[in-house]
């Protein structure tokens, strides 16, 4: 596939990036479709591909695609747009996507402490069961006060480095 830019690519080059990106997110835990896909636009200098390219460029199938983008849509990696004037749709992946998949974990990371909180109650604060919930608790409480802390810091280094947006 060949990408409107004002450069050159190599579509092996491209390739081998997809290919290896997407082996450190499988690595890391990610499953191996959604993986490629991410990769695949993240490469992409739109940013933004429709099922038929990325299915050309992986060659994969469409059932594929539209499985790894339900996937990525629903961890607020990608977005899902129509083309103007068209049916089809475009899936595309956004400067701030590491922020928005990060930040959309706080709510998992607020439902672990909910649930925590009641097994600490459940069990017992002065078990070591209930002491051990505890310290899982306060662990995730942190984690959440530093995430919050790290991003507001990666805002004003990004608008230092890349500008304002």
């Known amino acids: 596939m060949t990408e409107p830019s004002g450069t050159a690519r190599d579509p092996e080059a491209v ?12 690595e890391a835990g990610m499953q191996r479709m959604p993986s490629r896909v991410f990769g695949a636009l993240l490469a992409s200098d ?5 099922s038929a390219e990325l299915a050309e460029q992986l ?30 749709e475009r899936y595309r ?20 402490e909910d649930a925590l909180r009641e097994g600490v109650t459940s069990l017992g604060a002065d078990t070591p069961a209930g002491r051990r919930l505890a310290e899982t608790l306060a662990f995730f409480e942190f984690v959440e006060k530093e995430v919050e802390a790290m991003m507001e ?12 947006e």
Not at 77 to 85: A, C, F
Not at 93 to 112: C, F, M, P, S
Not at 153 to 164: K, L, M, N, Y
Request: glycine share 6%; hydrophobic share 40%.
């Open 46 to 50: 739109a940013g933004a591909l429709t």
């Open 93 to 112: 992946v956004h400067g701030d996507q590491w922020y928005e998949a990060l930040t959309n974990r706080e709510a998992v990371i607020k439902r672990w």
């Open 15 to 26: 390739s081998r990036f997809v290919e290896h990106f997407a082996a450190q997110l499988v």
């Open 153 to 164: 810091r990666w805002r004003a280094h990004r608008d230092e480095r890349f500008g304002q």
């Open 59 to 88: 060659r994969i199938s469409p059932a594929a695609v539209s499985g790894a983008v339900r996937y990525l849509a629903q961890v607020h990696m990608v977005s899902r747009e129509r083309e103007p004037g068209s049916r089809r």
